[in-house]
């Protein structure tokens, strides 16, 4: 599946009922993408917590499964965005370029330089 058939399919299920409306840019998409997207990166957490904290065996399919439901909320956002997959990862890496033009460091992570980064995702 291409990432543009995957924003598809993951559309088709998205609600269309939102109890709340546009906030100035905010629109009720963007919220729920956003808020779902939080939730779903606390539910990785939790089933990291299980493992580090607790001594359970970490539950990689639900960490897939997790990471879809991320996937998910995604589509939403890009698609309310007007935005692809492809869109948001070239416009990640061209950042990450000028942030980290080799490799990571902490110095780069700690002084990265976010005039010329919000260029980059401009261009």
């Known amino acids: 599946m291409s990432p ?3 924003i598809q399919n993951a559309l088709r299920t998205e609600t269309k009922q939102y109890r709340f409306s546009t906030t100035d840019e905010v629109t009720p998409r963007i919220e729920h993408a956003v808020m779902g997207l939080v939730t ?5 957490m939790d089933a990291l917590k299980k493992a580090k904290i607790y001594g359970k065996q970490l539950d990689k399919v639900n960490l897939m499964e997790e990471a879809g439901d991320i996937m998910w909320y995604l589509a939403i956002l890009a698609d309310e965005l007007g935005v692809s997959f492809e869109d948001m990862w070239e416009k990640n890496i061209a950042k990450l370029r000028v942030r980290f033009p080799e490799k ?4 780069l992570a700690d002084n990265h330089d976010i005039i010329a980064e919000r260029a980059a995702l401009e261009q």
């Open 40 to 44: 779903e990166a606390g539910e990785c």
């Open 4 to 6: 543009h058939e995957y």
């Open 104 to 107: 990571y460091t902490n110095e």
